[in-house]
């Protein structure tokens, strides 16, 4: 029998690249050709029966719900077992997994976005050009200044395109919502009162807090000290030890923060903002695989979940009428006849000189988002703690200001392409060069030179203990007494999510996970720099501290207080990680964290034990 073969969009312009480049979404917008051809091609998506698989629909209904096969892959959560296993959350297929589900939306997007351009009255070979090139685009969320989408996705219910005689018209905005039609059957409750998809109303707010406290410092602890596939990769606990959040970690606070269907794992894959998502998430696999060119799903003992997975099947994902997509067929993003900017120019072969641009790429974009003009960090290095901060001084008044992108003054100013920026560190100015961003003096009383002590709360929890979605925040200072207050407080560090699925019994892979805590860690360094007052990160100093100052709270997705007895799985425990930055590196190497237990043994939620 037939199958729909994943193949990913196919042609287009590749003289700088193995395929063409995925585009940052606020980049997109401003290409009149590409973002007319997007948004056609996803309203067709969006008219396609909701029986045909390659509809929007149809590709939504993989994550989760109505749980039925996709073009005859694997079995139904109708038969004997109850249960269908497609998505891979809390696997170490996580990230793999994912890469096909995009490239599928991607392909599916283009071919629409080829039949429009026909239609085209004027300019057609530029119309057929541009979808040729076109690939599905990106929303960084990791980048500062970003993190909240243009008004054309989430904001405007129509949107002024191009019309196909060449003047502008009004359509509706299908990255604004998907209407469905019919609800579908399996949606229970409250997903059958919802005829189109829905976000948070607070959504905006969530993110900016999201993007101004947790997100600078998971992303640059992702890149600076996840080493191992299984750290990276995903949400189980890893035997390791080491405290660094994992991709999944932070994705899932993406999910829970844009709220509505986004923060359901069942029906997440209905919002049209999944795949900008997504394709983000895929693109910080890219660069962390960039970064570990020999960590591709390689075998790791400490790993929650042990196994031989590179070959396992990516299923439903068909690249043959008998087989499906492995782990190891989607390593190189050429194979599904996509890249990203970042790697446009480079000799892909060559992973030694790949991951020395990409590493300072990283380093500049992500790591050291901060102009080389300002007078820059004394004490600590900047590696851990954002730029301007000196821990040796009193906060500065006005509290938190999010940090912009180099070479900026503004969030505003911080919209540069990414294309610019991986550019100017392939072929670096002299001053550039003259002026590097990586700190140069160690944290005082550490006994040597570029040591710091990162210090984490890390958390465990059971994702389906409460039936919903929700986070766990931490706080270093007053909490106030209403919840909807939490995250806009001086005291809010960060927090930890459950991506919840409200229909995992029918979900063969959550049923397999039920008892395996997810894992996350909320840094705590920019936080201390600010508002202790503290004269060091070393342990002796910062443990009373973080033991007198340090609270958490439950907070559901509506907003309100959950009491911490109806949480009985979570254990909040304090961790700091030595990293030393050696003379001439670019990112500092993680030593061994220490569990600092007795900080939190004792309080409800906090550590089992007294000692590891």
């Known amino acids: 029998m037939p199958h729909f073969l994943i193949t990913g969009a196919r042609g287009g312009q590749t003289k700088s690249a193995a395929a063409p480049s995925r585009r940052e979404i606020n980049d997109l917008i401003n290409d009149a050709h590409q973002f007319t051809l997007y948004i056609r091609a996803l309203n067709a998506m969006h008219e396609d029966s909701q029986s045909k698989i390659t509809s929007h629909f149809g590709i939504g209904g993989i994550h989760g719900l109505p749980y039925v096969p996709w073009d005859g892959a694997g079995n139904t959560a109708t038969t004997s077992t109850k249960t269908r296993e497609y998505c891979q959350h809390m696997t170490v297929l996580f990230p793999t997994w994912h890469r096909p589900y995009v490239a599928l939306y991607e392909q599916v997007m283009q071919s629409h ?17 541009a979808a040729q090139n076109l690939r ?7 980048t500062p200044g970003k993190i909240v989408p243009p008004a054309k996705v ?21 990255l604004f919502k998907y209407t469905f039609n019919p609800i579908d059957k399996s949606f229970g409750t409250p997903w059958d009162k919802h005829q189109t998809t829905v976000r948070d109303p607070h959504m905006i707010n969530s993110l900016t807090s999201l993007g101004r406290r947790d997100i600078p410092d998971m992303i640059s602890g992702l890149f600076t000290t996840a080493e191992t596939w299984s750290e990276f990769s995903n949400k189980a606990p890893n035997r390791s030890g080491r405290a660094v959040n994992s991709l999944e970690a932070i994705h899932d606070r993406i999910h829970v923060y844009v709220g509505g269907h986004m923060g359901n794992q069942a029906v997440a894959g209905f919002d049209p903002i999944f795949y900008l998502h ?24 400490n790993s929650a979940i042990p196994g031989t997975w590179a070959k396992r099947a990516l299923t439903p994902f068909w690249n043959t009428d008998t087989g499906f997509w492995d782990s190891e067929g989607v390593e190189r993003t050429e194979s599904l006849h996509y890249t990203y900017p970042e790697f446009k ?28 003009g300002g007078s820059g960090p004394k004490n600590p290095p900047n590696f851990m703690i954002p730029s301007g901060v000196d821990f040796l001084a009193q906060p500065a008044a006005g509290g938190d200001t999010p940090p912009v992108a180099h070479g900026a003054s503004t969030a505003t100013e911080a ?4 294309e610019h920026v991986a550019e100017e560190v392939r072929n670096p100015t002299a001053s550039q060069e003259s002026h590097p961003s990586t700190a140069e003096s160690g944290e005082p009383g550490s006994g040597g030179p570029n040591v710091i002590h990162d210090w984490t709360a890390r958390i465990h929890f059971k994702s389906h203990e409460l039936g919903q979605s929700f986070l766990v925040l931490i706080f270093l200072g007053d909490v106030p007494d209403d919840p909807s207050q939490w995250m806009e407080a001086p005291s809010y560090v960060g927090s930890h999510v459950a991506f919840f699925n409200s229909a995992a019994e029918q979900c ?13 860690f909320v840094h705590l360094n920019s936080v201390l720099a600010r508002r202790s007052g503290l004269s060091s990160f070393e342990p002796d100093v910062v443990t009373p501290y973080v033991r007198e100052n340090l609270h958490w709270r439950i907070r559901a997705v509506d907003r309100s207080a959950v009491s911490l007895d109806q949480l009985p799985s979570l254990e909040v425990t304090i961790a700091s990680t030595p990293m030393t930055k050696p003379p001439g590196s670019i990112f500092p190497v993680p030593g061994t964290s220490q569990y600092h237990h007795h900080i939190t043994h004792g309080r409800q939620g906090g550590a089992r034990h007294a000692q590891a």
Not at 136 to 142: G, K
């Open 508 to 520: 063969g892979n959550c049923q397999s996970q039920i008892d395996i805590p997810s894992e996350g």
């Open 415 to 418: 919209t540069s392409t990414v």
């Open 278 to 301: 997504h394709a983000n998430v895929d693109r910080l696999l890219s660069l962390w695989s960039a970064l570990h060119p020999k960590e591709w799903l390689k075998n790791d003992p």
């Open 136 to 142: 599905a685009p990106y929303w960084d969320w990791a």
């Open 113 to 129: 976005a080829l039949k429009i351009a026909e239609d085209f009255t004027v300019d057609k070979e530029t119309w057929k050009s």
């Open 154 to 174: 989430i904001a405007l219910s129509d949107v002024s395109i191009t019309g196909f005689d060449g003047n502008p018209t009004t359509v509706s905005n299908p």
């Open 345 to 372: 120019n480079l000799d892909m072969s060559n992973s030694n000189a790949v991951k020395d641009v990409i590493q300072k790429y990283v380093n500049r974009y992500y790591i050291n988002p901060t102009s080389s």
